[in-house]
Structures are given as C-alpha cells and as structure tokens.
C-alpha cells in the first residue's frame, strides 16, 4: 500500500509520455463530466455553441475541438468559477458515495470543502482591469501540493530556513510561496517585500536568520543582496535563489552571483520560476551549473495541460517548437480555464524527453518567455 501510494503522489515526475497521457485524459474526462459542464456556466455554453458533449473530450488531444478562452473572455464575464447547483450535486453518483460513506452532514462537510470559494487572488500588469479568481480548499490543498513540488524540484530540504521575499498582496507568487513551506514542512518566513518590512528590515531579519534560500522578485533580491554587500553581512548559509514575477536573463544571474560571492555564499543556484494567476499554480527551473543553459520550466501534468500554438493560426506546433503557452486547467475548482490564451510566447517550446540535470520526465517549457505583444506592436 506504501508503494502505491508514493507511486501515485510521484507520477507526475517520472511517467512515460503514454502514462502521462492517459493519465491526463482520464483526469480531465472526470473534471469536464462532473464538475465543469454541469457547474460553469460559461463553459457549459461553449460547449452547447460548439455541439459538444463531454464525451466528446476524451483526451488532451480532443481539446483541439474546443475554441480558445483568451483574456477578454475572462475580463467580460465572471462565469468561470464552478458553482455548483445544490440539487443536480445531490443527484451525482460521487455525491451519492459520499453520502453512504460519511453520512448527509459528512458528505455536505466534505463537498463544501471541495467548492465553496474561501480565497482569492488577481491579475495584475498584463490588462487595464485586474481579475478575481478565487479558490477552495481543494485549490488550496493543490497549492500546497504544487509548492512542495516546486522545493523538490529546487532541491531544496525540509530543514533549510527560507525567506519569502515577494511583495504582500493578493497574486499568485506570494501565496505560491506561502503554501510552499507549508506544504514541504519547512521554516519559511515572509518577509512581504520592500514595502513592508523596507530593505533595510530585511536585510536584517536575513542576517539574523541566515537562510538557506531566499524566494524573490529578481530586481528586489539585486537591490537587498547589493545593501548587504554594502553592510558586509555575511549570509553564509544561502544556497538557492528562487526568482518569480520578472524575466531573469544571463547577465541578471552573473550579478546575483557575484554579489553572493561578496556576502560569503559561493556556491549558490539560482532558479528561476514561471506562473500566471488564471494557472492557479508555479513552476520552476531544477538547479544547473552555473553558465549552463536552464533546465526549463518542470509541469505538473496531474494539474494542467500545456499545449503550444502557433499565435498565427492557432494551430498547435511540434514539440521543441516555439509558440505560444496554451493552458488548460485538469483538476481545479473555484475559477477556471480550458485552452487558455496566455499571450506568452516560449522560444524552444514543450519536451516531454527526460531532464537532463534532474531526470524527471515530466513536461518541460524550454527557452526564453516573452510577450506576444512584444512581436506585434
């Protein structure tokens, strides 16, 4: 049973591409029947637009079917959030087991558990109006799972002390980071960026600390590794830098090590991660020697399903390719998306080939991440 178990929780990391696929298809063939069509309204009506049932989907392949959801769409309605029908839920066989299993009020505990909105977060930056999506406990129970991911993949352990360093607010990269410690069991103390605590306070609470690794927006963490050089503070402990929020280029991590090397930390990895709020989750590079070429963006597959089109035609392109990020989410609840538009473009597209530096065989994004309308304006 043990086995079974660790098997299950570990899939996503070291599947074939066939296991993932089919794993994938049986995931989102239950996600679509059970809680997307009978529940969210908008895309209950794409699907009634567009004469498909949810049988029709039987796999990622058959997303192909669907149109894109694209940034307008979620700005022009709230109707992405799966909000369930209180006598169709009682009529559904899973909450008819839950019923016979934990009784009336256990299995009503149980599904308000799973889809009652509780939390939320916001775009911001990319449109002229910033957009909720909201969360259950089932979400957030995902993001504790997809944080401890992001560690493992980081090669971070349980006994390292870790500074978050993102800005305090209602986005994705804080709360990642947040439910990351949680999830992996390890001391994580937020700091809430410049604006609450300023440098000079983190700096300090770093250097009490001395931790093993610091989560932060990349043009932050240069500011405060360059006021701790300055104070000659000696973090000697650090080992990993986790940078989220801002592009990284080259000559970014050639600074970062250098002012580590000023303040004791020689050996330093330095990641870089890539989310956005309507994904509801993160993901990060795996540690590479320092000069080589990044490993690429690890994706939980049991999550979501990446695709990558060509911004042109819609058409998806050949692994390896470049285009753009299509996202589709595959288990979540609260706010949702299929096929969504993410206007981001990844220069050496989606490997399914195993990492060459950590050896998962888990999807990967390669390359550069730029804007699309970095191309077109």
């Known amino acids: 049973l043990l086995a079974m178990k660790t098997r299950q929780t570990t899939w996503w990391a070291n599947a074939s591409i066939d296991e993932i696929h089919h794993r994938q298809g049986l995931i989102l063939s239950h996600f679509l029947k059970n809680r997307v069509l009978p529940f969210a309204r908008y895309y209950t009506d794409v699907f009634k637009a567009n004469g498909l049932q949810a049988a029709d989907i039987r796999s990622t392949d058959d997303l192909i079917k669907l149109p894109f959801t694209n940034k307008a769409d979620l700005s022009a309605t ?35 558990r799973e889809l009652r909105p509780i939390f939320m977060t916001s775009t911001t930056g990319r449109s002229s109006a910033s957009i909720p999506f909201v969360y259950t406990q089932h979400d957030l129970d995902r993001l504790e799972i997809s944080g401890r991911r992001l560690m493992q993949v980081c090669a971070s ?24 410690g949680l999830g992996y069991n390890t001391f994580t103390l937020s700091t809430g960026g410049g604006k609450t605590m300023g440098t000079e306070g983190n700096v300090r609470v770093i250097s009490q600390i001395n931790p093993e690794a610091i989560i932060a927006m990349p043009t932050f963490l240069y500011h405060l590794l360059q006021e701790a050089a300055e104070e ?62 990044s490993s690429g963006f690890h994706i939980y597959p049991d999550m979501g399903f990446v695709e990558v089109i060509d911004p042109a035609t819609g058409a998806r392109v050949p692994d390896g390719q470049p285009g753009e990020i299509v996202f589709t989410q595959l288990d979540a609840r609260g706010s949702i998306v299929l096929r969504y ?9 989606i490997t399914y080939q195993p990492c060459p530096h950590c050896g998962r065989t888990c999807p990967r994004l390669l390359g550069k991440i730029s804007r699309v309308c970095d191309f077109t304006t």
């Not at 990993?240 to 929020?245: A, D, I, T, W």
């Not at 890539?274 to 509801?280: D, H, L, P, Q, S």
């Not at 538009?341 to 597209?349: A, C, K, S």
């Open 157 to 180: 352990e349980p006994e390292y002390r870790h500074v978050n360093a993102f800005p305090f607010a209602p986005h994705l990269a804080f709360w990642q980071a947040h439910y990351a």
């Open 341 to 349: 538009r993410t206007g981001d473009l990844i220069e050496h597209g």
């Open 78 to 112: 709230r109707d992405f959030v799966i909000a369930p029908d209180a006598a169709l839920l009682k009529k559904q066989w899973s909450s008819i087991k839950l019923a016979l299993r934990y009784g009336p009020r256990g299995a009503q505990r149980r599904l308000q």
């Open 232 to 293: 000659k503070a000696q973090w000697t402990q650090l080992k990993s830098l986790v940078l989220g929020g801002e592009k990284v280029p080259e000559g970014m991590r050639r600074k970062l090590r250098a002012l580590c090397t000023k303040i004791g930390a020689d050996q330093v990895s330095i990641m870089s991660t890539y989310g956005f709020t309507e994904a509801k989750v993160a993901w990060s590079e795996c540690p590479v020697p320092a000069g080589e070429p």
